[in-house]
């Protein structure tokens, strides 16, 4: 029996996105609930990253994107139809549901300019308040030690993991309440795969995670609750329980793939 | 075949190549060997102290200094209006308008950089007659006008390099400033703008190249042989482009025409500094916002 959702964090109902008249999601309807990780995986071209786009409202940066169908997520304890008339502005909006990519996106700045920077211009943080915001959401990520001394260098000069630490730790500074996460591990190697696998883990009390993976065996390991995306439709919903039935979960997914 | 078309390509780019460095060393070179030997305290102040000078204490009859400081004005009123302007013209095409909008404005300003500068001078020209047939009788060419009009001629570098260099920013950079939550003018000033300032910068060094050299735009507007130092934007002015064509054209020594090669030196000079100032300001200014 699926438990009974009183509380969701995000409600997507019959959502359709549309780019230059090419159909790319068709009637995705899910229900995401808070504290949970959230995994979506399915073949390339499925439209995986364009309904995490939807959630922050980033495929409308593309050209020629038509969406319809809602899309309501929980702000301060109220459902908010973020494509509604009266939805919060779109930066607002974009700070509150962050995202991260699959490649490591910093600004071409230093490490510091890199966390300092968005909070100086969207929250008008100044001085100590900043320095302490950059800090907490450093040490979020476990990056503090490893930065400390060298915030004046280049954010490029980081390995590639510790460039997706910083990432993430820029959009935990800004205070989200949502963690778009598309395939963050898809090009750091093992030992920085697990430490990024691990913090998801460790955040998903605080924040609603929706992670989209590349990898089966990720999604088993990381996700209490798994979609299957294909051609743009869901074509399976998982739950923890279903997860851990590794014949189950390799028969539905033989089918689906 | 394809291999000896292959040389003949990597021949050719070689050639070109060391055809356009030997050209501006033979240039520079001629100018230096012509030029060097006549510049000195009289070419700049004539017989005056170079104090006096300086400090406006006494006029320049027969130097260069109020032409030199002519041309510097010049320059850095029209950059003035042309920077700014034109920075915000390329923002504008590049992140702003529509596909319809970019085509037909791109055409204005290529319509723009195509006009000839003696039309940009009859233009000047044409406008302050003008004025004083209908709202300011008393105005007249001056260092304002012709700044304005350099201005607008030189426009079009400063708008196509804005353009360029921020349509050149790809899709990853781009879509950060709104992951991070900033509007889209913040992303502009606070992301696109600094990535851009390499690529900006060299439209400004251009824009300020020919506002130094153009001298039909400023033979209309006005630019004089014996106006002194500029004494104010309202006032006519003197410049070393007018001086260097006025010392060609009626030399009658051969001392004069030396003093014209020393003079296009001296132009050199002034453009090759006001270029490394721009170079120095935007590398410091670089490395200041990538930190901070």
Same mark, same amino acid.
């Not at chain 2, 042989?225 to 934007?233: E, S, V």
């Given at each position: 029996m699926e438990k009974v959702v009183t509380n969701p964090a995000i409600v997507v109902e019959e959502l359709c996105v549309e780019f230059s008249g090419k159909t790319?999601?068709?009637?995705v309807s899910l229900t995401i609930l808070p504290a949970e990780l959230h995994v979506i995986i399915g073949p390339s071209g499925s439209g995986k990253s364009t309904l995490l786009r939807a959630i922050n409202r980033l495929n409308e940066f593309f050209p020629n994107c038509r969406t319809s169908g809602l899309v309501r997520i929980r702000l301060d304890g109220h459902l908010v =139809?973020?494509?509604?008339?009266?939805? %919060?502005p779109l930066p607002e909006l974009r700070r509150r549901v962050a995202m991260v990519f699959q490649t490591p996106a910093v600004l071409p700045f230093s490490i510091e300019k890199n966390m300092t920077m968005p909070l100086k211009v969207t929250l008008g943080l100044r001085g100590g308040e900043l320095r302490e915001r950059m800090e907490w959401a450093l040490r979020q990520v476990g990056l503090w030690d490893e930065v400390e001394a060298r915030l004046l260098d280049e954010a490029t000069t980081l390995s590639g993991g510790q460039q997706q630490r910083l990432c993430l730790a820029r959009a935990l500074a800004l205070g989200p309440q949502v963690l778009l996460v598309d395939e %963050?591990?898809?090009?750091? =190697?093992f030992r920085a795969t697990e430490t990024i696998e691990q913090l998801l883990v460790d955040l998903k009390d605080r924040y609603t995670i929706i992670a989209v993976s590349h990898s089966l065996s990720q999604a088993r390991r990381l996700a209490d609750r798994l979609w299957v995306l294909r051609e743009g439709r869901v074509m399976q919903q998982m739950n923890r329980r279903q997860l851990q039935d590794a014949a189950l979960f390799q028969e539905i997914i033989d089918n689906i793939f | 075949m394809k291999k000896i078309a292959d040389r003949c390509l990597v021949g050719f780019a070689w050639l070109s190549a060391g055809m356009v460095t030997l050209a501006a060393v033979m240039l520079v070179g001629f100018l230096l060997r012509r030029g060097l030997a006549s510049i000195d305290g009289s070419l700049f102040f004539g017989e005056t102290h170079w104090l006096d000078a300086v400090s406006g204490r006494a006029p320049v009859f027969e130097g260069i200094w109020p032409a030199l400081m002519g041309t510097l004005y010049l320059v850095l009123v029209s950059s003035f209006v042309s920077i700014p302007v034109g920075i915000a013209s390329g923002v504008y095409l590049a992140e702003y308008a529509s596909k319809r909008v970019r085509a037909s404005l791109g055409c204005a300003v290529d319509l723009l950089a195509g006009t000839p500068s003696i039309v940009m001078g009859l233009f000047g020209f044409a406008l302050i007659l003008l004025l004083r047939r209908t709202l300011?009788?008393? @105005?007249g060419t001056s260092l304002a006008l012709a700044a304005l009009c350099i201005a607008l001629l030189v426009l079009p570098y400063v708008i196509r390099t804005t353009q360029t260099a921020l349509q050149a920013i790809p899709v990853h950079l781009r879509i950060l400033g709104p992951v991070c939550g900033l509007s889209g003018l913040q992303a502009i000033v606070h992301i696109l703008l600094p990535v851009a300032s390499r690529g900006i910068l060299s439209g400004v060094i251009l824009a300020m190249g020919r506002a130094a050299e153009d001298t039909a735009v400023i033979l209309l507007t006005g630019v004089v042989?014996? @106006? *002194?130092?500029?004494? *104010?934007?309202w006032e006519r002015f003197e410049a070393l482009p007018f001086r260097i064509y006025y010392l060609a054209a009626e030399h009658q020594t051969r001392r004069q025409l030396d003093q014209g090669f020393a003079t296009s030196l001296v132009l050199l000079l002034l453009t090759s500094t006001l270029f490394l100032t721009a170079f120095m300001l935007q590398r410091r200014f670089e490395k200041r916002w990538k930190k901070w």
């Open positions: 790319v999601l068709e009637n =139809d973020i494509y509604a008339r009266d939805a %919060p %963050p591990t898809a090009s750091l =190697d | 300011f009788p008393q @105005a042989a014996q @106006a *002194g130092m500029p004494r *104010g934007l």
